[in-house]
C-alpha cells in the first residue's frame, strides 16, 4: 500500500499503529513520543490519504471514515505535525506543496465583497454556540498566560492588559478596533481610557451582540460598532488595535493594508497588531483548512509582512512572539467543548463538532509542535511615539492590575455573555 510506505518515511517521533479498510496492522515508530492508533473504514482513504492528506485527514474524521482506537485525536494530531517535516521530503508530497504555492495568491483572493462573505462563513454561527468553550467575555484569540497553571478566564483578561498596556491609552482618544468581534477589547478600552472607541467587524451576529453589550453597559455614547471593512473606514484616530483579524487579509492586501493604518492613524500614533504567523517561512493554508474554517485565511511569515510595512513607511517599535501561548489557550478551548459537546450537538449535529474537534486539535498541534507563533507588532508613524524603554508596558501593566483587582473585590462578578435565542 502506497499509504505504508509514505508513513514509514514520515513518521520519526511518536509510534502510529494504523489498521487500514482491510483489517490489516502497519506499525510506524521513531524517538519517543505520542501514540495512536487509527481505523480507516474506507478503502478510498488508502489512495486519498496519500494524494493529499491536508484535505482527506480532517474530511474522514469528519465523516467517521477515520476512528481513533487508541489514544485520542490530540495524539494523533500531534504525531502527524511533529512528523510533518520528514513528510515534505517525500517526493510526492513536494510536489503537492509547490503546486499548492502556485496558487496560494488565488487562495487569498478578498476583495471587500468576498472578505464579507469568508467572514460570515465562521463567524457568523449562533453566538451560543461560542459560549460552549470562550471566557465570559468570549475573546476568541490567543490569551496570554503569564503563569502556569492560570485559567482562561485570568489569562485573556491579562491578554487584554497586555494590549492595552502597549498602546499607552490616554483620556480621551479616539481609538479604532479593526476585527472588533463580540466588542469584548473595545469596551475594555473604552473603560481604561475613557475615549471614544469604533469598532468594525465584517460579522452581522458579532455586530449585533456588540452593540448590545455597548448599550447594556451605558456605553453606547463612546462605543460605536459598523458592519464595515478597514477599507471603507474613513477619519483619523490616535490609537489602532486589530486582534486576530490580520489572517483574514492575505498576502496580495499586505501594502493596502498598512497604507490604510497609516492613514488612519495621527501623526503621534500608535497602532497594536495582534496575529498568528508562522516561524518557518512563508506557506500556505491547508486544503482543510481553507475549506472548512477559514476560507481565504493565511497566517503570514514575518518576513511577509515587513516589507508591506516599510512600503507604508511606519516604524516597527516593537514585536513580541507569544510561542506556547496559542496551543495552552486553544486546549483549554478543548476541554471546554468536549464539556458541553452535547450542546452543540443539539445546536447542529454530530459532523459539525466532529469538524471542530479536529479544529481545535489540529489548530493546538501546530502552535505547540509546529511552526506556528502568534506576533504583537507595535507600530507608529513618529519613532517617538514610544518611549525608547519597555519599561512602561510592565508598569502600566502592574498598575492597572491592582486596580482591576480592587475592583473586582468591590463589585459583583459579571455575568457571562448569553446571545438570546
Given at each position: ?87 515534505q521530503s517525500f517526493p510526492a508530497y513536494s510536489v503537492y506543496e509547490t503546486l499548492s504555492r502556485m496558487f496560494r495568491l488565488t487562495q487569498q483572493y478578498n476583495p471587500v465583497s468576498r472578505a464579507k462573505a469568508h467572514v460570515a462563513h465562521h463567524y457568523d454561527l449562533a453566538a451560543r454556540f461560542y ?124 501594502r493596502e493594508f498598512f497604507r490604510r493604518i497609516g492613514a488612519l492613524l495621527t501623526d503621534d500614533g500608535v497602532c497594536l497588531l495582534h496575529s498568528i504567523g508562522r516561524m518557518a517561512g512563508p ?139
Amino acid at each position: 500500500m502506497i499509504l505504508s510506505r509514505f508513513l514509514n518515511h514520515m513518521i520519526r517521533v511518536g509510534r502510529l499503529t494504523l489498521v487500514d479498510a482491510n483489517g490489516k496492522l502497519h506499525e510506524f515508530s521513531g524517538a519517543p513520543g505520542p501514540e495512536a492508533t487509527v481505523r480507516l473504514h474506507d478503502r478510498s482513504l488508502h489512495r486519498k490519504l496519500f494524494l493529499n492528506p491536508n484535505l482527506y485527514l480532517g474530511e474522514a474524521y469528519m465523516d467517521g471514515t477515520l476512528t481513533i482506537e487508541q489514544g485520542t485525536l490530540r495524539d494523533f494530531l500531534g504525531i502527524a505535525v511533529r512528523n510533518l517535516e520528514f513528510a515534505q521530503s517525500f517526493p510526492a508530497y513536494s510536489v503537492y506543496e509547490t503546486l499548492s504555492r502556485m496558487f496560494r495568491l488565488t487562495q487569498q483572493y478578498n476583495p471587500v465583497s468576498r472578505a464579507k462573505a469568508h467572514v460570515a462563513h465562521h463567524y457568523d454561527l449562533a453566538a451560543r454556540f461560542y459560549d460552549l468553550f470562550l471566557d465570559r467575555d468570549r475573546q476568541y484569540s490567543c490569551a496570554y498566560f503569564r503563569h502556569a497553571g492560570d485559567g482562561l478566564e485570568q489569562a485573556q483578561q491579562d491578554k487584554r492588559r497586555h494590549i492595552a498596556a502597549k498602546l499607552l491609552l490616554q483620556p480621551g482618544q479616539r481609538i479604532l478596533d479593526i476585527g472588533s468581534g463580540w466588542g469584548g477589547l473595545s469596551l475594555y478600552l473604552a473603560g481604561v481610557a475613557e475615549g471614544q472607541v469604533t469598532g468594525l467587524t465584517l460579522s452581522r451576529e458579532q455586530l449585533q451582540t456588540a452593540r448590545q453589550r455597548a448599550l447594556e453597559a451605558g456605553l453606547e455614547a463612546r462605543v460605536r460598532f459598523h458592519l464595515r471593512d478597514y477599507r471603507e473606514e474613513k477619519g483619523r484616530y490616535e490609537r489602532i488595535v486589530s486582534v486576530g483579524m490580520f489572517e483574514h487579509v492575505g498576502v496580495a492586501y499586505y501594502r493596502e493594508f498598512f497604507r490604510r493604518i497609516g492613514a488612519l492613524l495621527t501623526d503621534d500614533g500608535v497602532c497594536l497588531l495582534h496575529s498568528i504567523g508562522r516561524m518557518a517561512g512563508p506557506s500556505t493554508t491547508g486544503d482543510w483548512t481553507r475549506k472548512y474554517i477559514f476560507p481565504g485565511g493565511y497566517a503570514p511569515a514575518l518576513s511577509e509582512v515587513l516589507p508591506a510595512v516599510e512600503k507604508a513607511g511606519l516604524w516597527v517599535t516593537d514585536i513580541e512572539m507569544l510561542r506556547r501561548h496559542y496551543a495552552d489557550t486553544l486546549h483549554a478551548w478543548q476541554q471546554r467543548f468536549q464539556a458541553n459537546r452535547a450542546r452543540a450537538v443539539a445546536l447542529y449535529d454530530e459532523r459539525f463538532c466532529r469538524m471542530w474537534e479536529f479544529y481545535l486539535a489540529l489548530g493546538e498541534a501546530a502552535f505547540r509542535h509546529g511552526d506556528h507563533i502568534v506576533f504583537q507588532m507595535q507600530l507608529a508613524k513618529d519613532r517617538d511615539a514610544v518611549p525608547v524603554t519597555r519599561d512602561y508596558m510592565a508598569e502600566w501593566e502592574q498598575a492597572r492590575r491592582q486596580t482591576e483587582t480592587r475592583a473586582h473585590l468591590a463589585t459583583p462578578a459579571r455575568p457571562a455573555i448569553r446571545a438570546k435565542g
